[in-house]
């Protein structure tokens, strides 16, 4: 396992269609994290997980995002009914629980809005 | 609530050293992070403060005060490879989730 995965890396959609994106975190790494971030701004937390417990998510951007981490392995994030504004890359993190601090990021999604 | 301020833009050559700033205001502090990113890729972590003081890591140093809700990312020998963007971000002990600043973009010239 080289580190955290996201699938698909970019993603083109009509608005009022619902997208859904994957993230695998690093093997051992039991809190997973979903940030979205727009062009020349930082990452903006959105929600996270320890283990399949998702343990923040008031800070979803509304109620057309949800995510899920059903095993505690992989999470999805899905947005419903897009609008161009949801055009961003969304990120994924994983830590571990167990003493590790550092926040490991994936590559993104990229996602456009048309 | 969290703010985390940094500059936007600098500029810098080859060779030399530059301090980015970051100041923060947050109602929890659990941890200044510091990470760089290069555009279209994934930040990828550069340093961790929770005491005050100087962490160096090669040609990187972090420093951080907590009672003036400040820190700095130092940069030697700057290479051509360092433009990128640095974020600062706070992680608060309210919860695990890091807050952003906007990132500071840096860019190296010959």
């Known amino acids: 396992d080289t580190g955290v995965s996201q699938n698909p890396r970019h993603k083109i959609t009509k608005r009022g269609q619902n997208v859904t994106f994957r993230c695998d975190p690093i093997s051992e790494h039991n809190r997973l994290y979903w940030y979205r971030q727009t062009l020349g701004q930082g990452p903006e937390f959105l929600t996270y997980f ?16 949800s995510a899920e981490r059903p095993k505690g392995s992989f999470s999805t994030l899905e947005i419903q009914r897009t609008e161009q504004g949801d055009s961003a890359m969304y990120l994924c993190a994983s830590s571990s629980m167990d003493g590790g601090y550092e926040q490991f990021f994936g590559p993104g999604t990229r996602l456009t809005v048309l | ?21 970051c100041t923060y205001q947050t109602s929890g502090f659990n941890g200044l992070f510091w ?15 929770v005491l005050d003081g100087l ?11 907590r009672s003036k809700g400040y820190s700095y990312l130092l940069l030697k020998e ?3 490879k360092d433009s990128a963007s640095y974020l600062c971000a706070v992680k ?17 010239k010959p």
Request: hydrophobic share 35%; glycine share 10%.
């Open chain 2, 78 to 80: 700057l290479q051509m």
């Open chain 2, 35 to 49: 990470y760089q990113q290069h555009a279209g890729e994934a930040p990828t972590f550069l340093s961790y403060n």
């Open chain 2, 92 to 108: 608060s002990n309210a919860g695990n989730m890091l807050t952003f600043g906007g990132g500071t973009r840096l860019m190296v």
């Open chain 1, 50 to 65: 320890q283990n399949e417990a998702q343990l923040e998510k008031s800070r979803l951007l509304s109620d057309r995002f």
């Open chain 2, 1 to 21: 609530g969290q703010n985390i301020d940094q500059p936007t833009e600098m500029t810098a050559t080859e060779g030399a050293i530059v301090q980015i700033n």
């Open chain 2, 55 to 65: 962490e160096e890591k090669g040609r990187f140093s972090s420093f951080l005060s």
